[in-house]
């Protein structure tokens, strides 16, 4: 097993204060709280209100992460974040979290992987430190998901919500950190789940607006179906390369996208559904926001204890996926 190059020294994690139930869904949309809950899991999910923005809930996950590291904002050199819903069009995400968290001169760009958003941050994060380049990242993941759903469409307006996290990372100094990551992707696969225009072939207009081309499009099943296969082998690639075997793992803390793909995937992966974190029933998907979010109430629970191996797993539009294995 190599010694880690990289740890997190503090994690945090923020959602919106506004729930919105099954029960709330029920009234605009042909659904029905039992349908949502036995297909997946989901009971309610945190939204940002209009005048609220993703980048309040980074600074607040940010503020936590580096109290718990002990390292001032001053201190860190990079700042990365992982997700497909910044603020604005342009600049990046970590360009306005760096403005709302005090200025300065850190480096600052965002990583487009949709739900594995924050494992690939963390994997570009350890290659910054191993290169010798950055020594004090914050690493975040999140995203707006709400504000890129079609709120009328049943098919997905019910699965997901918004949420932020992330963790401080610097350089490893004993056994404790990230042992591996396996990341991955199937771009040929990309139109299963897609926002078609908004991009550069197609720029917003009254028409894409108006057919409803700007918001999630997704075949649930194929997604479904892919995800549980991709993930499972993630798993099993990280694992491999931390030399680690799925009996060994404290913790599995999984995409929260779907209670059924979590099992699915904790059955593939070899890991009893005690050792696995799931809280998909409070915030339903929160894409790139999942895995911080459940890593931040682990850690609350005290489930997460020093020299505990953790591995986290995720899968996305793309698609993308990724799992990271981390001695706590
Ligand atoms: N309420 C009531 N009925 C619904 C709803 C709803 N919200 N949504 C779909 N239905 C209906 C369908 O129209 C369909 O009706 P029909 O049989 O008359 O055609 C029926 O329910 C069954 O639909 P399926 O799509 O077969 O339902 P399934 O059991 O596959 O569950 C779901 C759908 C929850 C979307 C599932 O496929 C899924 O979770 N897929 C993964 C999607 C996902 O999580 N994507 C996020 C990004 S990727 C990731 O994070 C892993």
């Known amino acids: ?48 209100q209009p005048n609220e923005s993703q980048s309040d809930l980074f600074v607040a996950a940010s503020r936590d ?14 700042i990365i974040c992982g997700t497909c819903t910044p603020d604005r069009r342009l600049p990046a995400a970590a360009c306005d979290i760096q403005a ?29 430190i191993a290169s010798g380049n ?17 709120r009328e469409d049943r098919n997905t307006a019910v699965l997901f919500g918004d949420g932020a996290g992330g963790a401080v990372v610097v350089p490893a100094t004993d056994e404790r950190g990230i042992l591996a990551t396996a990341l991955g992707a199937d771009g040929t696969l990309a139109d299963l789940l897609n926002i078609p225009a908004g991009g550069s072939n197609e720029p917003p207009s009254e028409q894409n607006i108006r057919d409803r081309r700007i918001y999630v499009q997704m075949a649930g099943r194929e997604v479904f179906k892919v995800a ?59 894409s790139a926001g999942s895995i911080p979010l459940a890593l931040v109430q682990a850690d609350g629970e005290g489930r997460l204890r020093p020299g505990m191996v953790v591995l986290l797993v995720s899968f996305g539009a793309g698609f993308t996926w990724g799992a990271v294995v981390i001695r706590w």
Not at 17 to 26: F, G, I, K, P, W
Not at 65 to 78: E, H, K, N, R, Y
Not at 114 to 125: I, K, Q
Not at 244 to 251: E, G, K, N, Q, S
């Open 1 to 48: 097993m190599r010694s880690p190059i990289a740890r997190l020294a503090g994690i945090g994690a923020a959602a919106p204060a506004t729930v919105v139930t099954n029960a709330d869904l029920e009234k605009t949309l042909a659904t029905s709280d039992q349908w949502i809950v036995e297909r997946t899991g989901i009971r309610e999910r945190r939204v940002l």
């Open 65 to 78: 992460a580096l109290a718990q590291a002990g390292i001032p904002f001053q201190a860190i050199d990079t």
């Open 100 to 128: 709302k968290l005090g200025g300065g001169t850190a480096a600052a760009f965002d990583v487009v992987a949709a739900c594995p958003g924050w494992l690939y941050t963390l994997t570009v994060a350890e290659g910054l």
């Open 134 to 150: 950055s020594k004090k990242i914050l690493a975040l993941g999140g995203d707006r998901v709400w504000s890129i759903v079609d």
């Open 228 to 286: 549980v296969r991709r993930m499972a082998q993630a798993c099993h690639q990280a694992l491999g390369k931390a030399g680690i075997r799925a009996d060994d793992i404290d913790l599995l803390v999984p995409h929260q996208a779907n209670l059924r793909i979590i099992n699915a995937t904790a059955g593939e992966a070899g890991v009893p559904l005690d050792k696995v974190m799931v809280n998909v029933d409070r915030y339903g998907n929160t």
